[in-house]
T-cell receptor, first 112, second 114 residues
Framework: AQSVAQPEDQVNVAEGNPLTVKCTYS??????LFWYVQYPNRGLQFLLK??????LVKGSYGFEAEFNKSQTSFHLKKPSALVSDSALYFC??????????FGTGTRLQVTL | KAGVTQTPRYLIKTRGQQVTLSCSPI?????VSWYQQTPGQGLQFLFE???????NKGNFPGRFSGRQFSNSRSEMNVSTLELGDSALYLC?????????????FGPGTRLTVL
């Protein structure tokens, strides 16, 4: 079975500080992993994906994610958080059926 | 390039009615998927269409159906609405099928069933 887990319902960080949103995966075969962000009253926006290759993936809006096979993790990171980064973040993976299986989401709150 | 568009953005229906939601994918995208988002169940896959054929289906009852037209536009239909069908329905498109291809989402249709 393909699944991803987001252990934190909410992450709080001060503006200017680095942020990490955690994701672990459990997949058979090659893990195809994605991060999406959802702002209020909007659909999901694609941030980045890991398919193969470099373990550090760079995406939109200054976000990056580190793929760690030994820890089965794919944590989302940003060196310096902005208040405008406050949103709901979803980790997801696709399997052979190519459908997206999402984690439960992590609400990121960035404060001044 | 225009993004994925969904109409209507908001719908209010009563139990027992049926509803049709529409999705226009990004130009050139041939795969359209539908997802349901609720506070309790999160984001769940409904089905995917490619070249007018349903390619994948999630674990939803037969009341949920869809179709895709030759121009890749897609509709989903829910018959005999239940209170539990209240949700944000998201449509996503991608250029082709394949697990490695990212999907691009529309703003969603918020359905409220009274």
């Amino acid at each position: 079975a393909q699944s991803v887990a987001q252990p934190e319902d909410q992450v709080n960080v001060a503006e200017g500080n680095p942020l990490t949103v955690k994701c672990t995966y459990s997949v058979s075969g090659n893990p195809y992993l994605f991060w999406y962000v959802q702002y209020p009253n909007r659909g999901l926006q694609f941030l980045l994906k890991y398919i193969t290759g470099d373990n550090l993936v760079k995406g939109s809006y200054g976000f990056e994610a580190e793929f760690n096979k030994s820890q089965t993790s794919f944590h989302l990171k940003k060196p310096s958080a902005l208040v405008s980064d406050s949103a709901l973040y979803f980790c997801a993976n696709t399997g052979t059926a190519s459908k997206l299986t999402f984690g439960t989401g992590t609400r990121l709150q960035v404060t001044l | 390039k225009a993004g994925v568009t969904q109409t209507p953005r908001y719908l209010i229906k009563t139990r027992g009615q049926q509803v049709t939601l529409s999705c226009s994918p990004i130009s050139g995208h041939r795969s359209v998927s539908w997802y349901q988002q609720t506070p309790g169940q999160g984001l769940q896959f409904l089905f995917e269409y490619f070249s007018e054929t349903q390619r994948n289906k999630g674990n939803f009852p037969g009341r949920f159906s869809g179709r895709q037209f030759s121009n890749s536009r897609s509709e989903m239909n829910v018959s005999t609405l239940e209170l539990g069908d209240s949700a944000l329905y998201l449509c996503a498109s991608r250029r082709a099928q394949g697990a490695v291809n990212e999907q691009f989402f529309g703003p969603g249709t918020r359905l409220t069933v009274l």
